[in-house]
Nanobody
Framework: QVPLLESGGGLVQAGGSLRLSCAAS????????MAWYRQAPGNQRELVAR???????DYSDSVKGRFTISIDNAKNTGYLQMNSLKPEDTAVYYC??????????????WGQGTQVTVSS
């Protein structure tokens, strides 16, 4: 079973908003840290945002002020709120999370990816 399940992608007009979700699929996992990456056709995968266990966040310059990363520990789910979307935000978005599980070494996992398409 895939430890991380992504959802929330889709087609939106420029200026619109989407919220991506990345949920730990088993209650035994707890999210420690999370990052969101994106990959557009012909481009390398790039870091968009990350959140540390302290709650501090970093954003790429291209999304700063428009995207917000967060973790809801009660729901064991991370989010990427994307506002004021631009056509250049079109890409497949991947979450990457460091998951904790009792008795096991923390590991990083990737979500399956979700397509975001922004029309002009």
């Amino acid at each position: 079973q895939v430890p991380l399940l992504e959802s929330g992608g889709g087609l939106v007009q420029a200026g619109g908003s989407l919220r991506l979700s990345c949920a730990a699929s088993e209650s035994a996992f707890r999210i420690n840290t999370m990052a969101w990456y994106r990959q557009a056709p012909g481009n390398q995968r790039e870091l968009v945002a990350r959140i540390r266990s302290t709650g501090s966040t970093d954003y790429s310059d291209s999304v700063k002020g428009r995207f917000t990363i967060s973790i809801d520990n009660a729901k064991n789910t991370g989010y990427l709120q994307m506002n004021s979307l631009k056509p250049e935000d079109t890409a497949v978005y991947y979450c990457n999370a460091n998951l904790l599980r009792a008795g096991a070494i923390p590991r990083n996992y990737w979500g399956q990816g979700t397509q975001v398409t922004v029309s002009s």
